[in-house]
Every structure is written in structure tokens, then in C-alpha cells.
């Protein structure tokens, strides 16, 4: 099976930076986008960053300039670094990963982690 687990979640303030990252493990085959999502209590699951496996990256307008997510593919990680982070950031973080697996050949799914709590408060 593949698992999904993130780390560096937490409590930083108004203004501060944080990094998140996930690692990918299990019967791993080959790993294709990787992403991160937030879903803030009462609203929808969104998304916060977007990295092909080549590397090409994608973000929401709102993220622009503050987030900056990354991959080490031999490693099969991802991370996300947060700076000037504003109390409206705070969600649970997830992320998420296309993933072709050794017992399902074929094609990629998608994984998620179980989410890691940032929330930025004074």
C-alpha cells in the first residue's frame, strides 16, 4: 500500500513562516503530481500549491508569492514553505499525491495524508 505523512504543522504568528512536508512511502512505483490542500473549519477543501513531476509549479493568486511548494523525487517528498502567513491561513494542511503503485499497475490515484494543523494566531 502507499501511505502519505506530513509534519511541521503547528502554531506561528501573524507574519511568520512555517514549512510542511510529506513523504510518500510504501509499494511505490512512480510518482506523479504532488500537491497541498487546506480546509479551514465550515469550508471547502482548496487548493494551495501544485508540482508536476518535472517540476512545473502551480498556485492559487492568493498563495502567489507567500507559498512556495518543492519536490525531492528520488525521495519521494514534498514540501511546502509558508512565509507572511495571515490568521486567515489557518486550515488543515493536507496533501495529496498521484501515485502508480506496485499492485495497481497502469495508472496513477491519489493519496492523501492524514493533514497537519497550521494555524496562525497572535
Known amino acids: 500500500q502507499v501511505q502519505l505523512v506530513e509534519s511541521g504543522g503547528g502554531l506561528v504568528q501573524p507574519g511568520g513562516s512555517l514549512r510542511l512536508s510529506c513523504a510518500a512511502s510504501g509499494s511505490i512505483l512512480r510518482v506523479y503530481h504532488m500537491g497541498w490542500y487546506r480546509q479551514a473549519p465550515g469550508t471547502q477543501r482548496e487548493l494551495v500549491a501544485h508540482?508536476?513531476?518535472?517540476?512545473?509549479?502551480t498556485y492559487p493568486d492568493s498563495m502567489k508569492g507567500r507559498f512556495t511548494i518543492s519536490r525531492d523525487n528520488a525521495r519521494n517528498t514534498v514540501s511546502l514553505q509558508m512565509s507572511s502567513l495571515k490568521p486567515e491561513d489557518t486550515a488543515v494542511y493536507y496533501c495529496?499525491?498521484?501515485?502508480?503503485?506496485?499492485?495497481?499497475?497502469?495508472?496513477?490515484?491519489?493519496?492523501w495524508g492524514q493533514g497537519t494543523q497550521v494555524t496562525v494566531s497572535s
Open positions: 508540482i508536476t513531476s518535472g517540476g512545473s509549479t
Open positions: 495529496n499525491a498521484n501515485i502508480e503503485s506496485r499492485v495497481r499497475i497502469g495508472r496513477g490515484y491519489d493519496y
